[in-house]
Each structure stands twice: as structure tokens, then as C-alpha cells.
């Protein structure tokens, strides 16, 4: 069941101007009058208000597509965006096709919706850390007994605005003082994600990287690279994280520690007293 602030999300602008520029197409190409002035009869066997065989053919194709690119089941929000993506890349080919001058219309509409209404930015309850400069580094040197885990994102990356309601819940479910969440802006601080070896390039496919640290050291990261160097491919889900990175594990273990630690200076506490 999705929360009102998920409906509120999916009812922003964003998603309603996609929603139309996405179903633009059919909806012009069979309802009258807009299929008898855009797309005239110019061949007699075609149908005017109806989707000729090829546009079927293509929209068929689409659907293949989106099965395919979605076969790891993604987080809903990127789920989402990757059908904007292709619908509105299919629609410039069948507009194209109908009349060049009404693709080049849709095509901008499409970059007006992209500057104006932006994928709105996760705005729900977490407990993260955001590090900007040498804070990260300092962090670890000062606290190197706090387990650390830091996603490294970027504002343009469809896959980071997907994946931030996610790490933030992962914050609210899991933190406490001996186990803490933080972020970096890779798109501005980019020097710190080369310092620790996170590549901020759209071609890297590397945002978002969710790294583990303890001790003050890495002990795992996600996405991680092959025996070439490549970057291996990552289902940034919940699920996926609570498992590969062992949360409920790590939780207990540290969340221990933390007890232990409170108990030591309660003790201490009271010898002084």
C-alpha cells in the first residue's frame, strides 16, 4: 500500500507532464479531431483514427523493451522513469514517422517538461550525515569504532533519485550511535569521490556507490567491478542491501557494542561520583 506522501509524490508535476507527453501519441493519432488534422489520409488503405499495422508493430516492441529493461525488478521510482524514458524516445519515432514538424514539437516539449518539472527529490524522514569537503575522512579518522555506511550519489543520475527513499528508510530502521548512515554529493564534491575511488562520469555506472566502513576502514562497497576492472551491475533494492551488506547482522553486533559502551561509562560514571 503506498503512503499519502508516495501518492503526493507520484501526483507531482513531473509525473503528471509525462504522463502526457508518454501517452501523447495514441491519444492524438486515434481521437478526433486531432487525428483527421495531424495525421491526414494520405494513402486510401491507411486508417485515419485508428494505429496503422507498423505503429502496432512498434509499440509492441516497447513493451518487449520494458519487460527486458526492468527484468530485476528495480526500485518503483526507477521502474517509473525508465518507462518515461522509452515511451518518449518510441514517441519521437512514430511522430517522426506521421510528420518530421510534429516530432520536433514533441521534442521539445519533452526538454521543456526536463528543465521545468524535474523528478522531485525524496523529502521523507531519515537519520543521515551529509558530508561535504574532508568531513568524510575526518569522520573516520575521529570515529574509526562507528560502523559507517555512505552512499555517494549525484543529482542528475535517475538511478540515485530512485534509490533515496530507500537508503533514507535504511537510515531510520537500522541507525543508532554505533551504526551510522551518511551521503556525499558526488556531482559537487567530486574530488572526494576520486578519493575514494568513486567515478562521478555518467558512462562509469557507478552512481549510485553505497560503501562500508569499518573501523575506519572499507570493507565492501556496492556496485563492486570483475577480475577486469568493469563495474559490475547493481539492483540497488531494499532487499539487496539488507542482504549483501548483512544490516540486520551488523545491526545487532554494533547495536551490542554500543550497550557494552554505555555500560562501561555508566559504570565510570558512578565510581566518580
Same mark, same amino acid.
Given at each position: 500500500m503506498l503512503k499519502i506522501s508516495q501518492y503526493r509524490h507520484y501526483l507531482s508535476a513531473y509525473h503528471v507532464?509525462?504522463?502526457?507527453?508518454?501517452s501523447s501519441f495514441v491519444f492524438l493519432r486515434t481521437f478526433r479531431p486531432f487525428c483527421n488534422v495531424l495525421f491526414p489520409k494520405n494513402n486510401p488503405e491507411l486508417p485515419v483514427c485508428n494505429l496503422s499495422w507498423g505503429e502496432t508493430n512498434i509499440l509492441l516492441f516497447l513493451v518487449c523493451v520494458l519487460v527486458l529493461k526492468n527484468r530485476r525488478r528495480p526500485p518503483f521510482r526507477q521502474y517509473i522513469v525508465t518507462?518515461?524514458?522509452?515511451?518518449?524516445?518510441?514517441?519521437?519515432f512514430l511522430f517522426f514517422q506521421a510528420d518530421p514538424r510534429i516530432m520536433l514539437l514533441f521534442s521539445v516539449a519533452c526538454l521543456v517538461v526536463l528543465v521545468l518539472f524535474p523528478e522531485p527529490a525524496y523529502t521523507g524522514p531519515? &537519520?543521515?550525515? #551529509?558530508?561535504?569537503?574532508?568531513?568524510?575522512?575526518?569522520?573516520?579518522?575521529?570515529?574509526?569504532?562507528?560502523?559507517?555506511?555512505?552512499e555517494f550519489y549525484a543529482n542528475w543520475s535517475t538511478e540515485c533519485l530512485a534509490f533515496a527513499g530507500?537508503?533514507?528508510?535504511?537510515?531510520?530502521?537500522y541507525h543508532h550511535s554505533r551504526l551510522n548512515f551518511g551521503k556525499v554529493d558526488a556531482g559537487r564534491h567530486p574530488e572526494v569521490a576520486k578519493m575514494f575511488g568513486v567515478e562521478t562520469s555518467a558512462l562509469?555506472?557507478?552512481?549510485?556507490?553505497?560503501?562500508?566502513?569499518?573501523?575506519g576502514k572499507e570493507v565492501l562497497r556496492?556496485?563492486?567491478?570483475?577480475?577486469?576492472?568493469?563495474?559490475v551491475n547493481y539492483?540497488?533494492?531494499?532487499?539487496?542491501?539488507?542482504?549483501?551488506?548483512?544490516? &540486520?547482522?551488523? #545491526?545487532?553486533a554494533t547495536k551490542s557494542k554500543a550497550q557494552k559502551r554505555a555500560e562501561k561509562e555508566e559504570e565510570e560514571q558512578k565510581k566518580t561520583r
Open positions: 507532464a509525462n504522463i502526457i507527453l508518454c518507462i518515461f524514458n522509452f515511451t518518449k524516445a518510441a514517441n519521437v531519515h &537519520n543521515l550525515t #551529509y558530508f561535504e569537503g574532508n568531513t568524510l575522512e575526518e569522520e573516520l579518522d575521529t570515529n574509526p569504532k562507528t560502523t559507517l555506511l555512505v530507500i537508503f533514507a528508510q535504511l537510515s531510520v530502521d562509469c555506472k557507478q552512481m549510485p556507490t553505497v560503501i562500508l566502513f569499518q573501523n556496492k556496485p563492486g567491478k570483475n577480475s577486469n576492472g568493469q563495474t539492483n540497488f533494492t531494499k532487499e539487496n542491501l539488507i542482504r549483501d551488506f548483512d544490516l &540486520n547482522n551488523l #545491526y545487532e
